[in-house]
């Protein structure tokens, strides 16, 4: 498709790394291709769940996979896109200290409707969790 | 059953204040009753999702439902509950500066499984979203 | 809403009961309101999942709950939708004999989507499982 | 794993044919391979969903699809297991007269939960619909 490579990966980094709450969590473009996206994140002691501060929060988790998922998507139409639903399954649990890379990939893109994948590994390599989204496509 | 009646609020509370990302977000326990629980939390402007700031990230919102969902389980159960799986629907755009309220209810509790489901509403009582999750609460 | 009261009973009935796999399931029209729908159905042996012939297979309650959320905006808009997503949480198996009954209720209904909450009980009121779809109403 | 290997053919053949919704459907297993399994199905009339019969029920496809994803466990475990939920995207319809190839997949395997992703596509390869199940391994 033509316009999927007028996207470049400045646009898709400007788009990821300006939002607030983005960089508040330290979102990193670490590749962009159309229809797949790779973004890391450090998980710091601040977004942790428990009293006991030994786990990351699962809210987190689902944000990184959203984005990663928006992102997927992004590559091919160069604008940020509104999620309309998101499923999370929850694998493992993310730590402090933990570098989370989460990849997004297209499973289809409609003219009003795109659906999307992302996996959150650690830096084992190991899946935390895995996710699929829909994205609204229209305003693109 | 006698149990849940052994969870006073001051103890769902601790759970839901004491976690750093809790204490970040404002998380405020609105209320408490066996099977069901309301939290609100204020928008802050580092919250927002896009280049322009103009509305709140949708990983709020899903972070926000999940802590909903398992707090409902909590007031029964005394202690923080692994989300196994969430799934989330976005229906309006959260805006900065909006004052959310989240009710969180408990569909079913089982011996090692829990289903609750969660709506956040805006100041004007709008839907912004609404989430069902699957707990774990083998451990509780 | 001037349109919902439009549809009258016999069109929802009508467009329930000719659809070929319908009539094979034996989906009955028990009451229809604006944004709310009642379906029953009977449980016969040829629909059980296992070797046994112990429980009905669940992609049995998930057709019910997909049309009992789908005719829920069927109410309102008098056409039937498709289906974009379903997710259905399982919580009491059903068996052969019993008579289900499934309730769907509109969540949102917007120009161009459309989410339904649906649930599905047995003759003893015990809820066997629930679903949230996304439909699109934008054919409508 | 050793107990993976266990689970022989003609097993996950007897598990998948013999249930009489199974049959009725007329669901043929087409390989089986150690946490990865196809089905294939034909679409006949009665299948449909509308009123002019053009297209095959949503429900068929959900329960092909959650077929698919546990029967990638019961490759690997030999036993049927309880769909704890299941989360289906519709991409394209299914029409009669489509035969349609199942691929049930193993995301994760626990003690006592596992998840397994799956996929329907026509004859043509295109993707019908996607889906993602959580089962219940507790009991194998």
Known sequence: MTETS?????????LLTTPAYHRWLGLELVRA????????MDC????????DGSYVHGGILATLLDV???FALVTELGVGLPTIDLRVDYLRP???????????????RGRSLGVADAVVTNGDGKKLA?????YSTAAA
Do not use: F, W
């Open 6 to 14: 007028l996207v470049d990966s400045e646009t898709v980094e400007r």
């Open 33 to 40: 291709a159309p229809g797949e996206v790779e973004i890391a």
């Open 44 to 51: 710091r002691d601040e977004l942790t769940a428990d009293v």
């Open 68 to 70: 990663a998922g928006d």
């Open 94 to 108: 993310a730590r402090p200290g933990d570098r989370l890379l989460a990849v997004g990939t297209v499973v289809r």
């Open 130 to 134: 895995v996710a699929r989204g829909l």
